[in-house]
């Protein structure tokens, strides 16, 4: 099955530098990789997406790119803000249905 | 904020007990995935249930077992608890087995 493996575990920039998280995962078959904000005690909430016929995707400051080929994905954050601080997770599924996650990065923005 | 709604909010009970937790699906979905999600861990699949059929599913022992009713809400029900099985239990709705999946707030459980 789908294995995630997701780093760093903590990342700490500065407000207004820019964040990265990796992660990589082991079904070729898998086509779908989503990534979810969980702010403490709160629910995981899809800040962006992409399908496996794309190879990056940006919204506003959030830009995601997807090498197949070598099985990863990232997620990049621009000029960071304190609200930008929680815990990042990646996940991968063929066809968005079992998804399977990384196991987390939390973020720390400092002013 | 999206309109998948979770209840109870909280729950303890103790070992060896039965638990019911309850799922709202978003307006229009038909789809509801079931998650366990262990404090400082990413959230493990349970299972997938659409149009009232269970579509896969995760390493969880029959204990753990679900259903959906015909307004695609759904129950997840676990028997005999063990302190292991104390997490914050995530569903999640998508407009069908394929789309992107939105989740509620969660329950969280704690067994004694």
């Known amino acids: 099955g789908e294995n995630v493996e997701q780093h760093p575990s903590t990342l700490s920039v500065q407000e207004g530098d820019s964040a990265v998280i990796k992660c990589t995962y082991s079904d070729s078959a898998s086509n779908y990789f989503p990534w979810y904000k969980q702010e403490l005690g709160k629910r995981p909430q899809l800040i962006i997406d992409?399908?496996?016929?794309?190879g990056e995707k940006k919204d506003q400051r959030i830009a995601v790119t997807l090498n197949k080929t070598a099985k990863h994905f990232s997620l990049h954050i621009t000029e960071t803000q304190p609200e930008d601080s929680a815990v990042y997770f990646c996940a991968a599924t063929p066809g968005a249905q079992k998804l399977v996650f990384g196991q987390g990065t939390r973020l720390t923005i400092n002013p | 904020e999206t309109g998948v709604t979770q209840s109870p909010t909280h729950l303890i009970k103790t070992r060896g007990q039965q638990v019911t937790l309850r799922c709202s699906s978003q307006s229009g979905h038909n789809t509801v995935s079931w998650y366990q999600q262990a404090l400082g861990q990413g959230p493990q699949f349970i299972f997938q249930y659409y149009r009232e059929e269970e579509n896969g599913r995760g390493n969880f022992p029959p204990r753990f077992s679900g259903l959906q009713f015909p307004n695609y809400s759904s129950e997840l029900n676990v028997n005999a608890l063990e302190l292991d099985d104390s997490a914050l239990y995530l569903c999640a709705s998508s407009l069908n087995r394929e789309e992107t999946q939105y989740f509620g707030p969660g329950t969280r459980l704690l067994v004694l």
């Open positions: 992409i399908r496996s016929n794309v």
